[in-house]
C-alpha cells in the first residue's frame, strides 16, 4: 500500500468541478494506485482541520481542492504546507486572473455555478424535452428540437442525448431501422433542425448488440446481433444520411462526451448557416 497515493478532493460545492479535473489529471497517468477521499461542502477552518489531521496520518497524501472563499483557501494551503502535504487549488489562480483580466472582484460565493437563474432552468427545461423525446418518441413535436440524432441501435444516441440535454440543448433521438422509419417532416424538410447521423462499425455493433442480448436474457431475435444484418443496416444508414445530407459521426471509439462535443461544433455551424 506504501505506493497507493491518498487523493482527497476538498470542495466548498458539490465537488462536481474538482471530480471532473482529477479525472482528466488521472487519464495521463497510467498504472497508478489511489484511493479518493471526497470532502464536500467544505466552509470552515475546522472541517479542513479535522480533513489534514486525517491525511497527516497516512503516507503518499495529495490534496486538490477547489475552495472560493480566499480565506479558506489561504488557511487550508497553510496548514498543508506546515504538514508537508502536497496541497493544489485548481480554480485560485485561475479566478485572480480573471479578476484582473476583467477588471471586476469575483464574487467568491460557493456554488455559484449551481445558481437557479435562466440557465439553469433553460437546462432542466431541455432535460425534460429530451427525457420526452428519447427512442422516436414525441414525433409530433420533433421541429421543437435543436438537435436531433439518429442512429441503427446501440450507437449511444440516448446517453449522447441526454448529456447534451445536461448542456442545454433540447435534443431528440430516432431509431434507424431503414429509411422508412425516418420521420416523413424530416424528409420533406431535412434542414428543420440539426440532424446528426451516429454511426459505428459492423464488428464492434456485434459485441455491443450481443452484450445487450445477453444481459437482457434475450435469444429470440438472432437477426439483431447477426454480422451480415448489421453490415446491411450501417450501409442503409450511411445511405440515408448521404441522401438527406446530413452530417455524421462514427461513434466505434469515442466516447459520449468525445461524441457530444462533435455534435455540439456541427450544431453550431448550423446555426450559424440558418
Known sequence: MSNTYQIYLISDSTGETLDRIFTAIKAQFKNIKYQIYTYSFTRTNNQISKILFEAEKKK?????????????????????????????GVLGDLILSFSKLLNQKASHQPSGQHALNDEYYKRIEAIQFTMNHDDGNSIKEIKKSEIILLG?????KTPTS???????????????????????????????????GLNTEPERLVDIRKNRMNSLKETENKSYTDLNEIRKEV?????AFKKYKWPTIDVTRKSVEETAASVIKIYEIYKQNV
Do not use: H, M, W
Open 162 to 196: 441526454i448529456y447534451l440535454a445536461n448542456k442545454g440543448y433540447k435534443t431528440s433521438n430516432i431509431p434507424l431501422v431503414n429509411e422508412n422509419s425516418i420521420p416523413q417532416i424530416l424528409k420533406e424538410n431535412p434542414k428543420i433542425s440539426c440532424v446528426v
Open 60 to 88: 503518499n497524501s495529495i490534496i486538490l481542492y477547489s475552495i472560493v472563499d480566499s480565506n479558506l483557501a489561504k488557511y487550508l494551503a497553510k496548514t498543508s504546507r506546515e504538514k508537508n502535504i502536497p496541497c493544489f
Open 235 to 239: 450501409e442503409n444508414a450511411k445511405n
Open 152 to 156: 441503427v441501435s446501440r450507437t449511444s
